[in-house]
C-alpha cells in the first residue's frame, strides 16, 4: 500500500520557526511536493524535492531524504497569513499526485 | 501563465441526480487530468486519471460507473456525478501537468475546485 503520513494539526506563535514533517511508504518515487491550501481554496506549489537535501526559497524550506522517506517543510518568521494546512505529496511513475493526510497548523499572535 | 479552469464553483443539487463538473487546460493541451476529491478538514484523495481518448483509470474503491469521467479533446475532461448522494457532497479539484517543457515542480496545475453539495 501507499501511507504519507503528516501530524495532524500543528500550532505556533507569529514570528517562530515551525517544521512539519512528512513520512511516505510509496510504491513508486519521483518526486514529493509541499503544498499550501487555505480552506476551499485549491492547494497552492510551496516546494518540489526530487533529491536528497534541503531547498530553500525565501521563508520556505524543503528538506528529502530518499532513504529515509522523509521529507519536512520548514517556515521561519511565521505570519498569521500562514495558517493554512500544508499538504506533502509523493509524485509516482506518472504524473498522479499522492496526497498525505495533511497538517492544519494554526499560528497565534 | 498556463492555467487550469474549473466550472462550475458551486453547485447544488437534489438526491438522486447528476451533475457534470468541467476542468479546462487554459493554454497547454493536456493527455492526461486528474479528479480529486477532499472532504471537509481532510487531504485530497485522488479519484482517477483521466486519459485523452481512452477510458478513465480509477484508483481502487472508486467506483467508475457513479463518477463517469470523459476526456474528449486535449483541453477538457468532465467529471459526472450520477445519481447524487448527500454522501458525495464535497470538494472536488482537477489537476493537469503542462507537458510544454522539462519537468518542474511548477508544472502541475490545479483547478479552482467545485464545491458539490447534494440536497
Known amino acids: 500500500g501507499q501511507n504519507i503520513d503528516q501530524p495532524t494539526e500543528m500550532t505556533a506563535t507569529e514570528g517562530a520557526i515551525v517544521q512539519i514533517n512528512c513520512t511516505y511508504q510509496t510504491s513508486g518515487f519521483n518526486g514529493l511536493f509541499w503544498y499550501q491550501q487555505h480552506a476551499g481554496e485549491a492547494p497552492t506549489f510551496l516546494s518540489y524535492n526530487v533529491l536528497d537535501g534541503l531547498e530553500e526559497k525565501g521563508r520556505f524550506s524543503s528538506f528529502l531524504s530518499r532513504s529515509k522517506g522523509y521529507s519536512y517543510l520548514l517556515l521561519k518568521e511565521l505570519q498569521m497569513k500562514d495558517s493554512a494546512s500544508y499538504l506533502c505529496?509523493?509524485?509516482?511513475?506518472?504524473?498522479?499526485?499522492?496526497f498525505g493526510t495533511g497538517t492544519r497548523l494554526q499560528v497565534f499572535p | 501563465g498556463a492555467v487550469v479552469s474549473q466550472h462550475p464553483s458551486r453547485v447544488i443539487c437534489k438526491s438522486g441526480t447528476s451533475v457534470k463538473i468541467e476542468c479546462r487546460s487554459l493554454d497547454f493541451q493536456a493527455t492526461t487530468m486528474f479528479w480529486y476529491r477532499q472532504f471537509p478538514k481532510q487531504s485530497l484523495m485522488l479519484m482517477a486519471t483521466s486519459n485523452e481518448g481512452s477510458k478513465a483509470t480509477y484508483e481502487q474503491g472508486v467506483e467508475k460507473d457513479k463518477f463517469l469521467i470523459n476526456h474528449a479533446s486535449l483541453t477538457l475532461s468532465t467529471l459526472t456525478v450520477t445519481s447524487a448522494h448527500p454522501e458525495d457532497s464535497s470538494f472536488y479539484i482537477c489537476?493537469?501537468?503542462?507537458?510544454?517543457?522539462?519537468?518542474?515542480?511548477?508544472?502541475?496545475?490545479f483547478g479552482e475546485g467545485s464545491w458539490l453539495t447534494v440536497v
Open positions: 505529496a509523493v509524485r509516482g511513475h506518472t504524473d498522479k499526485l499522492i
Open positions: 489537476s493537469a501537468r503542462d507537458r510544454t517543457g522539462a519537468f518542474s515542480g511548477n508544472t502541475i496545475y
